[in-house]
């Protein structure tokens, strides 16, 4: 069964706007974390942010943010005012705390910004 | 510090051709997976190892994908004989862990990826 669906393979946005990312997961363990990972053309893995299951607040990092929706089982990428190096793919990842798993990829998203 | 070492960058070869793929971790981190990126499947996780020994290599997809960790700095996966379709970027990626444990929070530092074409 797919862990982690990222239902929107492309996305554009204006540069200066802000964009939502979308992902969803399944899982039945109380424990567990989120992760976001970001793969320019150029080809590496750079993670973005980290949401645990736990965490009261949603996780901010700069100009990236998480929607954290635990009920929906949700946890969205917000990224505010584009910028054209945010043009990549973007990755939701997801680790179960019980049996000391690896992280789990959804397929991406690849996001265009539009000068 | 030095990140996630991977070698080569790309790869070229032929059917049938054995490849070999080279990873070094990052010191201290006692947690190696290696990952398989495509554009039909995404990343899929191959195999990871715990303090050198192999934990799950239910992802490895046939015999012909072997994979070892000799010592804490060095892992291989091999391709024996390789085919068109196994075709696609590999990732290796390493993560500190805690007294053998993945913490929920544990983040996964990425090598630059092998690009390897099969012809």
């Known amino acids: 069964a797919q862990k982690i669906t990222q239902t929107q393979p492309g996305m554009f946005v204006q540069e200066k706007e802000a964009v939502t990312l979308d992902c969803t997961y399944d899982?039945?363990?109380?424990?567990?974390?989120l992760f976001w990972y970001k793969q320019p053309s150029s080809g590496e893995m750079i993670f973005l942010i980290y949401?645990?299951?736990?965490?009261?607040q949603n996780a901010t990092e700069g100009r990236y943010s998480l929607n954290f929706q635990k009920a929906r089982k949700s946890a969205n990428l917000v990224i505010s005012a584009s910028q054209l190096g945010d043009s990549a793919m973007y990755f939701c990842a997801m680790r179960e705390a019980s049996g000391n798993t690896p992280l789990v990829f959804g397929k991406g998203t690849r996001l265009s910004v539009i000068a | 510090d030095a990140g996630v070492i991977q070698s080569p960058r790309h790869e070229v070869t032929e059917m049938g051709q054995e490849v070999t793929l080279r990873c070094k971790p990052i010191s201290g981190h006692d947690y190696l997976f290696w990952y398989r990126q495509t554009m039909m499947r995404g990343l899929e996780l191959l195999i990871y190892f715990n303090n050198n020994v192999p934990i799950d290599d239910s992802g490895m997809p046939e015999d012909r994908f072997s994979a070892k960790m000799p010592n804490a700095s060095f892992s291989t996966l091999k391709i024996q004989p390789s085919e068109p379709r196994d075709s696609a970027v590999y990732f290796c990626?390493?993560?500190?862990?805690?007294?053998?444990?993945?913490?929920?929070?544990?983040?996964?530092?990425f090598g630059s990826g092998t690009q390897l074409s099969v012809l």
């Open positions: 899982t039945s363990d109380p424990s567990y974390g």
């Open positions: 949401q645990g299951s736990y965490d009261q």
């Open positions: 990626a390493s993560s500190l862990g805690t007294g053998g444990y993945l913490a929920p929070n544990e983040k996964l530092f």
